[in-house]
């Protein structure tokens, strides 16, 4: 049974991008959520914030944040994962979000 082939799923996807985060792999973590519509795949707002986080956790918070606002772009809802992200790039950007001000 080892040998069949495992389809790609949203949360496979999802799973590997949180263990960017913990790996410091945060260009792989956007690459695979830019590849995931190739693949028939929607991601969902935890795959955005699964590839925030890694970016966030590498100090790429410019990216982390602009993942974020493609969140809303898709019409997707930010969950309180992604306002804490979002406050952590802002941290590091030594700015404070509009939401908070």
């Known amino acids: 049974h080892g040998d069949a082939d495992v389809e790609?799923?949203?949360?496979s996807c999802n799973a590997v991008m949180t263990a960017?985060?913990?790996g410091a792999q945060w260009r792989h973590a956007l690459e695979l959520l830019a590849a995931m519509p190739a693949r028939?795949?929607?991601p969902d707002t935890i795959s955005h914030n699964a590839a925030a986080a890694?970016?966030?956790e590498a100090s790429r918070w410019q990216?982390?944040?602009a993942l974020l606002d493609e969140l809303r772009a898709r019409g997707l809802k930010p969950t309180a994962i992604s306002l804490t992200v979002m406050l952590a790039?802002?941290?590091?950007a030594g700015q404070q979000p509009e939401m908070v001000r």
């Open 54 to 56: 890694a970016c966030e």
């Open 8 to 11: 790609p799923s949203v949360i």
């Open 40 to 42: 028939g795949l929607q």
């Open 20 to 22: 960017c985060k913990a």
């Open 89 to 92: 790039a802002a941290a590091q």
């Open 63 to 65: 990216r982390a944040l």
